[in-house]
């Protein structure tokens, strides 16, 4: 009996602008994405719906108590209250979403969010948060690595990376966490990667005003983390409210319904509906569905690395889709010679078979095997490659099920079997 594989995906990004590619046979209509998100098992909560900031959107209760909080923070101020350089009163639409974002924090109750704004207004003059993007706090080997800003979600929102498996090393963990000075030294850290994802966001009503959240369990020591997890969590809700978008958890171990026990305490029922928790072997039909391919870090089953930041926005990617039992090309024509062309290719979903080769225009020119034929599994990190041509000539790129090529064996050695059988 032949079973029928899930779906196969893969996304491809070229690096130059190269002559277009078309797969053949023609383009398979049920989009990348979709394909993805109806093999995965991802457990989400209810949806989340981010807010207006239009003050004409608002009801007119909220509009009153939005008022009211500007009158009571006025005849309450001793002086020019800001936060993230942005005067709290006097008229900038950029404070009404920051005031708009507090009284969410509190339900729309004015005196409970006055409360909660100046005690944020004290917090960040103790803690001096308006330098602290310049400060070099000695963390590199943490940069990159547990907690980073990386590219932006399909709707703009800049996307914030944690992960914390590094400090199952006792070593790491001591060097990191080994007592109270170095805590509040690592907490500082954390909120300078705060600080640097929210200079990206605009402030204004219909812009980009919150970040996207994407947190790596992976080999996270739950027990170890348990205090320095608390206070993150308890300063981030307590100083910085409806800055988050959602919170995308990935690669969610077994034991997540006691890690999340532990936390969830902390935490408004506001702040939990914007969850997305993914269970481990589902990172990257996760991501996609929030975050494009050519964003996603290669870690994470994408196409971005490092590089591709530094040099500016990446290269759109393009996906399809190869079902069970197919074989699919893309062709690169039109390549001149001595152009190089750059591709990247990611697969999730199901391993394929891939191979690469460039084609000659001129007759008794030979075909070039760039890319011998080989095997990509779901979970490898995307590949790059790159050609220069000699001559004029276009590149074929050929994709095929791994399970159609494994059903091809079985009926060949059946077949052989079958032979040898009569021979007999």
């Known amino acids: 009996m032949e079973a029928t594989p899930p ?201 980009i005003n919150s970040i996207i959240q994407v947190t790596d369990l992976k080999d996270m020591p739950k027990r170890e983390l348990r205090v320095a997890s608390n206070h993150i969590l308890s300063l981030f809700q307590d100083n910085y409210p409806e800055m988050v978008a959602r919170k995308i958890f990935i690669n969610v171990p077994w034991y997540f319904s006691v890690l999340y026990s532990m936390f969830s305490p902390f935490l408004t029922q506001r702040t939990k509906s914007k969850f997305v928790i993914s269970k481990e072997g589902n990172v990257a039909e996760t991501l996609y569905k929030f975050i494009r391919p050519e964003d996603v870090p290669v870690q994470y089953g994408g196409l971005s690395r490092p590089s591709n930041v530094l040099n500016g926005s990446p290269k759109s990617a ?36 891939y191979s690469a080769e460039f084609v000659p225009i001129a007759e008794g020119s030979y075909t070039i095997a760039v890319e011998k034929q080989r095997r990509i599994a779901a979970d490898e990190e995307a590949i790059h490659s790159s050609f220069t041509a000699r001559e004029a000539g276009k590149m074929l790129l050929g994709f095929q099920s791994c399970v159609l090529k494994l059903t091809q064996d079985f009926l060949e050695k059946r077949e052989r079997g079958k032979r040898n059988a009569e021979g007999n």
């Open 7 to 207: 779906t196969s995906v893969k996304s491809l990004n070229l690096q130059d602008q190269t002559p277009e590619f078309s797969p053949k046979p023609s383009p398979l209509k049920k989009k990348f994405v979709t394909s993805l998100m109806e093999a995965a098992t991802t457990l989400r909560t209810p949806f989340f719906k981010e807010d207006t900031y239009f003050i004409s959107h608002l009801k007119a209760s909220e509009r009153k108590a939005l008022q009211e909080l500007k009158d009571k923070l006025m005849a309450a101020s001793n002086g020019p209250d800001s936060m993230w350089g942005i005067p709290l009163l006097g008229g900038d639409e950029r404070a009404d979403v920051i005031l708009l974002k507090f009284l969410r924090a509190r339900d729309f109750k004015v005196q409970d969010t006055l409360n909660m704004l100046q005690t944020c207004l004290s917090w960040r003059k103790d803690f001096e948060t308006d330098g602290i993007v310049e400060e070099d706090l000695g963390f590199k080997e943490l940069e990159g690595v547990v907690a980073y800003m990386h590219a932006y979600d399909r709707e703009g929102h800049p996307v914030c990376y944690n992960a914390y498996g590094v400090f199952k090393d006792k070593e790491m963990y001591e060097r990191i966490f080994g007592d109270d000075e170095k805590l509040k030294k690592f907490l500082r850290w954390r909120v300078q990667v705060l600080e640097r994802g929210i200079k990206l966001l605009h402030f204004k009503p219909g812009g």
């Open 318 to 353: 393009s996906e399809f889709t190869v079902k069970g039992g197919e074989k699919v090309n893309i062709q690169i024509e039109d390549i001149e010679a001595g152009a190089t062309i750059s591709w990247d290719i990611v697969v999730g979903g199901w391993e394929l078979e």
